[in-house]
């Protein structure tokens, strides 16, 4: 085949070639499945298939699990709900009389929650639930598990089962439900639950209180004794000083020296002034007598004096010193020199006297000064001691009076009872029960079991390892499903082409099953031969992982569907351990390959016409042997040498490839390898062992053969159902 030649030289770095005619090989060097490709991720879609596949399972289970749903819940004991709200307002005053009676109690949000978290735990206490327990006579939850004693006679604490307590979001209320197959008394102990946390709220409240009371009039007590001791050390110290309020007095004498100061410094200023006046009447000038009160007296008689002497001097002038008038002009200003003298020494006395008594006036009004800064001092000393006596009498008195009239108060907001927490609405009987919920139910049931059957159905396949899926076998694989063949019942039991005592009958029998097989192993003809008609192998050989997958059945009908397009064909049965071929097509095993390879015969003598088949040719594989097994590598070489020449298609049918020998040396000579695997039963592990052998002999293989396949396996198998309503109206079977 010069014309092949030019293949030789196409690289590949998968496989290089088996040590076959290499015109035949270089082709498939190039044309094989590419086995670096990543696997990508699995599609939507096959789940969904995956869960069209088990739907009738699926349906079942869910129809059982929601049937079964409703007939319990049906045939549970109803149970009535009734709903008693407390509303809490925290901004309601917590008494009658006094500071809290004025103002209500703003909280903050985080101090909100917790006290509404507290008063939900208050609610479901002993001290709340054991009055309502003990007025139903009600079933107890102790709070010690598995306590079977009646637990009111214990003493231990009580819950009631059924009683939910909860706080819708944003508001100031607190909901208390109950269960009660009897409608009205759901409705009673709701009630009654609710009324006894108020209760349970004043009483703490009033216990509170009295206890407060309790201590407060301790205290008042001992503050009473303490308030007399301060109010009688008081007035006995008000005895010793011989007044009623030393402040009082203190503010007299304060207020007098300050006067006495004032009159002392004034009696100075004038002792001053007077003390001026008197030196300079010593000196006996006449502008100081003019100063004084009689200045003006003094001023006239000296103006007379002084005129009496223009009048001498005049006289004397006129008149001489004999002269009458000289004479009684000197006597009148003797007289007048005379009475001034006179007037100077009552004015000096009268000054001097004024000084006298300006001085002993401010010496009087110091000695008063000292005296009352001396009792000052003295009252003021012993006035810390009383204020601080009164200070401690008046704290005692206030502190006795203030708290005299919390004891009162307390004594009258103890018995009020307007609490923030009220009752806003009261629990009725419920017109229908809420438990069991039947729709519900079956809703959460029809819900749950689907979920749980498509886990199941999910899990189950990604555990099931078997190989059914083309897309998931060349995704894990790296190699392409040439073909699926469907199951065929009828076979079952015996193998097809020969019946029960042994005579041969039609390979594809009749029927729709039959004809859907026939046109699948036709398109897996098509699959391994038509990508490249022109080149398509002249040798194959099918083996599968382990024995009973089909390969033997497969490779006679590839056999027959080749031959009848008119193609020579020669299936040679290459397992001389377990030969199979002879019975499907009818010939005679006394004679075969094992005869060749032992070198007793040649192997165009023992090739046998196939009946009814006129293109299809057999090398039954003769007595089984294992020696003959061992050495069918060398003897097959040659024959297909010649009979590629002469046929169209040289198919080898060889034992399994896990632990047996000649497969290896088969599958290394022909052109391709189809391996057969069982669907639904070939496990992944051992498809994979033969694809690694098969790779590190350097064989080439063509593909999967998928066998025994059901339209439930995958989604590329739905078209079997239309096979046979295709071929129960147009077609009838050919025969052989």
């Known amino acids: 085949m010069p014309n092949d030649q030019k293949y030789l030289a196409l690289p590949s770095p998968e496989y290089s070639g088996p040590p076959a005619p290499a015109e035949r090989v270089a082709f498939y060097q190039t044309q094989g499945p590419d086995q670096d490709a990543e696997g990508s991720s699995i599609p939507i879609a096959h789940y969904?298939?995956?869960?069209?596949?088990?739907?009738?399972?699926?349906?079942?289970?869910?129809?059982?699990?929601?049937?079964?749903?409703?007939i319990v819940s049906t045939r549970l004991t109803p149970y009535y709900e009734s709903t008693a709200t407390i509303d809490v307002d925290r901004m309601a005053p917590n008494a009658i009389i006094g500071q809290e009676a004025n103002a209500g109690r703003a909280i903050s949000g985080n101090d909100s929650d917790i006290f509404l978290s507290t008063q939900l735990s208050l609610i479901k206490s002993d001290s709340v639930l054991r009055p309502v327990v003990q007025k139903y006579k009600l079933r107890l939850v102790t709070a010690k598990p598995g306590v079977l004693r009646d637990p009111l006679a214990e003493e231990v604490p009580v819950s009631l089962p059924y009683l939910t307590v909860t706080r819708p979001p944003k508001t100031y209320l607190l909901q208390i439900s109950f269960r009660s197959p009897d409608r009205a008394l759901a409705a009673e102990v709701a009630n009654a639950v609710a009324?006894?946390?108020?209760?349970?709220?004043?009483?703490?409240?009033?216990?509170?209180?009295?206890?407060?009371?309790?201590?407060?009039?301790r205290q008042l007590e001992e503050l009473q004794v303490k308030m007399e001791r301060s109010?009688?050390?008081?007035?006995?110290?008000?005895?010793?000083?011989?007044?009623?309020?030393?402040?009082?007095?203190?503010?007299?004498?304060?207020?007098?020296?300050?006067?006495?100061?004032?009159?002392?410094?004034?009696?100075?200023?004038?002792?001053?002034?007077?003390?001026?006046?008197?030196?300079?009447?010593?000196?006996?000038?006449?502008?100081?007598?003019?100063?004084?009160?009689?200045?003006?007296?003094?001023?006239?008689?000296?103006?007379?004096i002084g005129e009496e002497a223009e009048k001498f001097a005049t006289a004397r002038n006129t008149f001489g010193i004999n002269h009458p008038e000289y004479k009684k002009a000197a006597t009148r200003q003797l007289q007048l020199?005379?009475?001034?003298?006179?007037?100077?020494?009552?004015?000096?006395?009268?000054?001097?006297?004024?000084?006298?008594?300006?001085?002993?006036?401010?010496?009087?009004?110091?000695?008063?000064?000292?005296?009352?800064?001396?009792?000052?001092?003295?009252?003021?000393?012993k006035s810390v001691q009383y204020k601080a006596l009164k200070r401690d009498a008046d704290a005692d008195k206030t502190l006795y009076d203030e708290l005299n009239k919390k004891v009162k108060e307390a004594g009258i907001n103890a018995g009020f009872q307007g609490s923030s927490i009220r009752l806003a609405d009261l629990a009725r009987p419920g017109r229908s029960p809420v438990f069991p919920k039947v729709g519900t139910n079956a809703v959460l049931a029809f819900l749950i079991s689907s979920f749980l059957g498509i886990v199941v159905i999910f899990i189950s396949e990604n555990l099931d390892h078997t190989l059914k899926d083309p897309d998931q076998i060349q995704r894990q694989l790296q190699t392409e499903v040439l073909g699926a063949l469907p199951v065929v019942k009828a076979w079952r039991g015996h193998l097809p082409g020969v019946d029960a005592e042994g005579n041969r009958r039609e390979l594809f029998g009749s029927g729709t099953v039959a004809s859907t097989y026939e046109e699948a192993v036709r398109t897996l003809r098509d699959s391994i031969l038509l990508p490249n008609a022109d080149r398509r192998p002249r040798s194959l050989l099918l083996t599968s992982a382990t024995p009973r997958e089909g390969k033997t059945?497969?490779?006679?009908?590839?056999?027959?569907?080749?031959?009848?397009?008119?193609?020579?064909?020669?299936?040679?049965?290459?397992?001389l351990r377990r030969p199979g071929v002879y019975h499907h097509v009818g010939v005679s095993n006394d004679h075969g390959m094992s005869d060749v390879v032992n070198g007793d015969a040649n192997w165009r003598d023992l090739v046998q016409q196939a009946p009814g088949l006129p293109?299809?040719?057999?090398?039954?594989?003769?007595?089984?042997?294992?020696?003959?097994?061992?050495?069918?590598?060398?003897?097959?070489?040659?024959?297909?040498?010649?009979?590629?020449?002469?046929?169209?298609?040289?198919?080898?049918?060889?034992?399994?490839?896990?632990?047996?020998?000649?497969?290896?040396?088969?599958?290394?000579?022909?052109?391709?390898?189809?391996?057969?695997?069982?669907?639904?039963?070939?496990?992944r592990t051992a498809v994979a062992s033969v694809l690694s052998n098969l790779k590190r002999l350097r064989a080439n293989v063509i593909g999967l053969a998928l066998n025994e396949v059901r339209a439930d396996m995958s989604e590329r198998y739905y078209y079997y159902g239309y096979y046979g309503k295709y071929y129960s109206r147009y077609y009838k079977p050919l025969s052989s």
Not at 357 to 374: P, T, W
Request: net charge negative; charged share 25%.
């Open 615 to 683: 293109y299809l040719a057999v090398l039954p594989a003769g007595q089984p042997s294992r020696r003959a097994a061992d050495g069918i590598g060398e003897t097959l070489r040659g024959i297909l040498a010649e009979a590629v020449e002469e046929y169209d298609l040289v198919i080898c049918d060889a034992p399994p490839l896990l632990g047996f020998a000649e497969s290896l040396q088969i599958a290394a000579l022909v052109d391709g390898v189809v391996v057969v695997a069982l669907a639904g039963q070939t496990e």
């Open 337 to 381: 020199q005379q009475e001034f003298e006179n007037l100077k020494v009552s004015v000096a006395k009268r000054v001097e006297s004024e000084y006298r008594e300006a001085l002993d006036r401010e010496k009087g009004i110091q000695e008063a000064v000292m005296e009352s800064k001396k009792d000052f001092d003295q009252l003021n000393s």
């Open 231 to 304: 109010s009688a050390a008081l007035v006995q110290f008000e005895k010793e000083l011989a007044v009623i309020n030393p402040e009082e007095k203190t503010n007299i004498l304060s207020s007098r020296l300050l006067q006495l100061n004032t009159e002392w410094t004034n009696a100075q200023g004038d002792r001053l002034k007077k003390q001026a006046a008197w030196n300079a009447v010593k000196s006996g000038s006449t502008e100081a007598l003019e100063s004084q009160l009689q200045g003006e007296q003094v001023r006239k008689l000296s103006e007379r």
């Open 48 to 70: 969904l298939w995956m869960l069209s596949r088990h739907k009738w399972r699926l349906l079942l289970f869910v129809s059982i699990a929601v049937a079964s749903t409703i």
């Open 553 to 575: 059945t497969t490779a006679v009908h590839l056999a027959v569907v080749h031959s009848q397009q008119k193609r020579k064909t020669l299936i040679i049965d290459g397992d």
């Open 195 to 217: 009324r006894s946390y108020i209760d349970h709220s004043y009483a703490i409240r009033f216990q509170s209180s009295g206890t407060q009371a309790i201590f407060m009039n």
